[in-house]
């Protein structure tokens, strides 16, 4: 009787803990998102006489270099943890953001932006992709989900608080206070409560004991049916290269990251160029990050259920209509319900990207599968931005850009409904 009690599931996990630090680095790794970087766009832009090709380059060209960077640093997580990768990463993000305060000149501002860039692609958001997948199966998609409410809250919170001081200071002050809150916010959480794996700690994912049996007949979806603790699929990086579902993953992916990038960083100038007012235009991107932690909590418990490619083809398939809505955005009544509208179909399709490719090809190399993805990802997302800002500059319009955002947003959706998961049997293994 002793014995199955110490057999057990611990009443508290401690990758619950896990999902709290993440969630508090995704947040603060906000304030050099899109939506943040949308707000010193105008201020910047006009204070330097930059036009927003120029002001947009920099951010290209340190999204490039951290999609290189990702190729190293996916394979250091999988063998040494997230730990000092992440705490590298806020101390470079956290110093790029204070000393653009003092910047006088384009090459400093493209130094330190590429450099900040470089940390919050190629380390950050990498790192918080793959830290909680290694340690849910059963609890996965939620699990992903409440780790991604630091970023949605983030998003909601940060452009407000930015525009509160660039509207009653000036830009310099926004990101000197961007820089202390990356700073006091994530470090030491990070250097002191992340861990590896739950096999470190004598678990496995979820919270099993190593020595514990799991109850049978649960029911799971897709190529998860076979898959819990004890017996879970593991592919190498050659072996997941040779499914067609890579593929087709990495390309409806690689669509997402060339759109939604763009919209992020120009939504607000396009609202604004709208008749829409500053404050209303940031006030719709807090709407938009509110209504993506509804999103990403409601996709990630309906992956569970159901499947993660499924629900994913359902969001891109929102996210094209939401694209479609935005040409007609003329006030802020619309503009606030395409906020909304967008929320839920991003917040549920990023958070469900974290969640395929654990459940497609397992924990074990999941840091080096998504670091061989992320440098295409990140061609895409630094590319994505830039074209944007050239139709701007090009047209006078965005309109077209976003059309075209569309067009590309359907064809991820059918991409993410042909990856059929790999079904290769004696790929798994007992842990």
């Known amino acids: 009787m002793h014995k199955n009690q110490d057999l057990r599931k611990p009443r508290f996990y401690y990758g619950w803990v896990i999902v709290f630090i993440v969630a508090l ?5 906000s304030a050099e998102t899109f939506p943040v970087l949308g707000v010193f766009l ?16 920099s951010m290209t060209i340190g999204t490039l270099l951290g999609g290189v960077i990702a190729l190293g640093v996916g394979p250091l997580i999988d063998r040494f943890g997230p730990r000092w990768t992440l705490v590298l990463g806020f101390l470079f993000l956290g110093a790029s953001l204070l000393l653009l305060a003092w910047i006088n000149s384009l090459w400093q ?6 450099v900040g860039r470089m940390m919050s692609m190629g380390v950050i958001a990498l790192a918080t992709q793959v830290i909680i997948p290694k340690w849910f199966i059963t609890k996965r998609g939620r699990a992903v989900a409440l780790g991604q409410l630091g970023g949605r809250l983030g998003n909601a919170v940060t452009p407000l608080y930015v525009q509160y001081l660039v509207a009653r200071g000036n830009w310099r002050v926004a ?13 030491l959480p990070s250097a002191l409560f992340l861990r590896r794996r739950p096999e470190d700690m004598g678990l496995k994912p979820d919270g099993i ?13 897709e190529n998860l049916e076979n898959q819990t603790p004890n017996s879970e699929i593991s592919f190498s990086v050659r072996e997941a290269v040779r499914f067609s579902s890579f593929y087709l993953l990495v390309t409806a992916i690689a669509l997402s990251s060339f ?17 829409i007012s500053d404050a209303s235009a940031v006030s719709v991107v807090a709407l938009s990050s509110v209504s993506g932690a509804l999103g990403s909590l409601t ?16 969001g891109f ?56 993805v992320w440098p295409i990802q990140m061609v895409f997302n630094s590319i994505g931005p830039l074209v944007a800002a050239l139709a701007y500059d090009t047209t006078g319009d965005y309109r077209l850009i976003f059309f075209v955002f569309a067009i590309l947003a359907i064809v991820s959706s059918g991409f993410l409904f042909l990856a059929r998961p790999p079904m290769t049997v004696g790929i798994t293994k007992g842990v």
């Open 25 to 29: 680095a995704s947040f603060t790794q």
């Open 317 to 372: 398939a929102l996210l094209s209509s939401s694209f479609i809505l935005l040409l007609f955005v003329d006030s802020t009544i619309l503009a606030l319900i395409w906020g909304i509208h967008l929320g839920i179909a991003q917040g549920g399709s990023f958070t469900l990207q974290q969640v395929i490719f654990a459940d497609y090809y397992g924990r074990d190399s999941l840091g080096a599968i998504r670091g061989i």
């Open 42 to 57: 105008k201020p910047m832009t006009e204070d330097f006489g930059w036009s927003r090709s120029v002001f947009t380059g």
């Open 299 to 314: 996709f990630g418990l309906l992956a569970e259920k159901f499947t993660a490619r499924l629900m994913m083809v359902l």
């Open 259 to 275: 759109s939604t990038p763009a919209l992020h960083l120009h939504m607000i100038p396009y609202m604004t160029d709208r008749g």
């Open 175 to 187: 990101t000197a206070v961007c820089g202390i809150v990356v700073w006091s916010i994530s470090l």
């Open 209 to 221: 004991p190593i020595s514990a049996e799991i109850p049978a007949g649960e029911k799971r979806p």
């Open 109 to 114: 501002f493209y130094s330190l932006q590429i």
